[in-house]
């Protein structure tokens, strides 16, 4: 998992690049996916059968992207969504991490740990939902348990593997030079993995982002996932596309944001 | 509960045994430790009046509900319906990603120019698609095949640009040379190079569809997994509930080391520093 992630990150190619290349391509990519939209639904429509696919088109979508902005609903929904998701997350990392470095460091722990952690990491997310609601008094609780069992995997096993990747020396000088317990937390294993437990945060951002949005079609009256089944209800196509595209350009600023943060820290990847 | 903390002579025994017993063992263990922590927590729930209703989510009611719903074949019709929508989604997502992402890693122009759109849309969480879907297809079940093909298609998409752009630009030269023209180049250089990183990507796609399909199927279709624990959720049948959850932990599982098998076999590139 971690292997095929770096090399990923590794490929993504510098989007914040400050060169006009990058700029240029930036653009010139999202324009020619907006023209190909665009004629897309410029054909369909043609037809007095699908004509009602004129309001999927791009000039209604950000129309109505200004109009939900003017109204305060994407504001409210971001904030509402972004709650949910960051504290999620939060609890991810607060759990995964402490589990993965054990997982790294105590052999034991980690062969008798694998089969569980392996057959929950497999529970599909959203199958816990009903759990979720029957043990947690409000919707929100229900549905930051829900991104939080999603995303603990992925911090946990990316610490695991970062540990793993650690030379073995390290430890024995570190102990040589009469480091204690907290020191050799602090100064060696801490320093060594947040390469990896970033890029664990990154495939977890995704996968929570994933979960996000179904989780909140029920139950809640408030976040993205909301505003898109209230958009639909009321036939409102154009606002239906808007929120998409909102999630979308959300979802690629995180994502963006995490690989800035990687490269930063990828001091064992230079080679 | 006995079993986590096994005696020192035991372990010492495992250890001249092959690694294949010794992960068997403590895979066993492992489970079975599992089972033990979710019974003790069904108990803690039991004795408390106020959440005694809880107690059919324990692992022995769990395992009550499995023969129950095998004999009645909900399990197996369950099985078939998802299966059918995964395979097929994953299929098409194999079938534009692979293509896809070999235009990536040999077309610098195409990379760097599809990079923003294509991460734009990556980023589109999937289920927010669905009601474009919904309207857009005549039929839940090609809705639901098209929610998890545009989910699944990313992973493949950017695994396989990876490992061609890991591939070393000396085979390209090499092979042409030696005369191979394009079609040589694809089933004889770029294919069994890339394999290892598809599948690799084939797998993180299959995690990503098997987060997609179960609410995708939590509306409108009347089969597959998702709407099984959704029926046991409005029956209140919980202990069916709890045990569908862990056949879809159980099958994603198997999916998953299926896939971890094959990574491995198809591995030649990263015998050196991995």
């Not at chain 1, 008798?112 to 199958?127: C, D, E, K, T, Y």
């Not at chain 2, 299966?83 to 896809?100: F, Q, T």
């Not at chain 2, 690799?200 to 939590?218: D, N, Q, S």
């Not at chain 2, 597959?224 to 159980?250: Q, W």
Request: some cysteine.
């Amino acid at each position: 998992m971690s292997t095929s992630a770096t090399a990923t990150i590794n490929e993504t190619p510098r989007l914040m690049k400050s060169t006009g290349q990058g700029l240029f391509n930036f653009a010139a990519g999202l324009s020619i996916l907006f023209a190909l939209w665009w004629i897309g639904i410029e054909l369909i429509s043609r037809s007095s059968t699908t004509a009602y696919f004129a309001s999927f088109g791009p000039v209604p979508t950000l129309r109505a992207m200004a109009m939900l902005w003017h109204g305060g609903l994407i504001q409210s929904a971001v904030w509402a969504s972004g709650y949910r998701l960051g504290t999620g997350l939060l609890i991810a990392i607060a759990i995964g991490v402490p589990i993965g470095i054990l997982m790294g460091r105590i052999q034991i722990f980690r062969e008798l740990s694998n089969s569980p952690f392996q057959l929950m990491r497999m529970i599909s997310p959203l199958s816990w939902e009903p759990i979720a609601v029957i043990v947690f008094a409000g919707w929100n609780e229900a549905i930051i348990f829900l991104i939080a069992i999603a995303a603990v995997w992925p911090v946990m096993f990316a610490t695991a593997a970062g540990l793993a990747k650690v030379d073995p020396n390290w430890f024995k000088v570190a102990r040589n030079l009469g480091a204690s317990r907290r020191h050799v937390l602090t100064q060696i294993i801490v320093p060594a993995i947040t390469f990896d437990v970033l890029t664990g945060i990154r495939l977890a951002l995704g996968v929570a982002w994933i979960v996000l949005v179904p989780a909140e079609f029920f139950g809640v009256t408030s976040g993205l996932g909301y505003t898109i089944e209230d958009a639909r209800e009321g036939l409102n196509y154009d606002q239906l596309m808007a929120m998409v595209l909102v999630i979308g350009a959300i979802g690629y600023m995180l994502d963006s944001l995490f690989v800035q943060l990687i490269k930063r820290y990828s001091w064992h990847r230079q080679t | 509960m006995n079993a986590v903390a096994a005696p020192a002579g035991a372990l010492a025994f495992l250890r001249q045994k092959s690694p294949g017993a010794r992960r068997f063992f403590f895979g066993i263990v492992g489970l079975a430790a599992f089972f033990a922590v979710w019974e003790l927590g069904t108990l803690l729930l039991q004795f408390n009046p106020a959440t005694r209703t809880f107690a059919t989510f324990g692992p022995v009611p769990t395992l009550e509900a499995f023969p129950l719903l095998w004999g009645e074949g909900k399990i197996q019709a369950a099985v078939a319906a998802s299966g059918y929508r995964m395979g097929a989604g994953l299929l098409i997502a194999i079938a534009i990603g692979v293509p896809i992402g070999i235009v990536m890693g040999r077309v610098k122009r195409f990379r760097e120019m599809s990079n923003s759109p294509f991460q734009f849309l990556r980023m589109i969480s999937p289920l927010a698609w669905m009601p474009l879907a919904v309207i857009v297809y005549p039929e839940w079940d090609q809705a639901i095949i098209f929610l998890i093909a545009i989910a699944a298609v990313w992973p493949v998409m950017f695994a396989t640009a990876a490992g061609l752009a890991k591939v070393d630009p000396a085979w390209f030269k090499v092979a042409r040379n030696l005369g191979a023209r394009t079609v040589h180049m694809l089933t004889q250089v770029i294919l069994p190079a890339i394999t290892f990183d598809v599948l690799t990507g084939i797998r993180l796609a299959l995690g990503v569809a098997w987060i997609v399909l179960v609410p995708a199927e939590l509306l409108g279709v009347t089969s597959g997994l998702g709407y099984a624990i959704k029926d046991a959720r409005e029956t209140l049948s919980y202990n069916h509930l709890t045990a569908m959850v862990l056949v879809i932990g159980l099958i994603g599982w198997l999916l998953d080391a299926v896939c971890v098998a094959l990574i491995k076999r198809y591995s030649w590139h990263h015998r050196g520093n991995h």
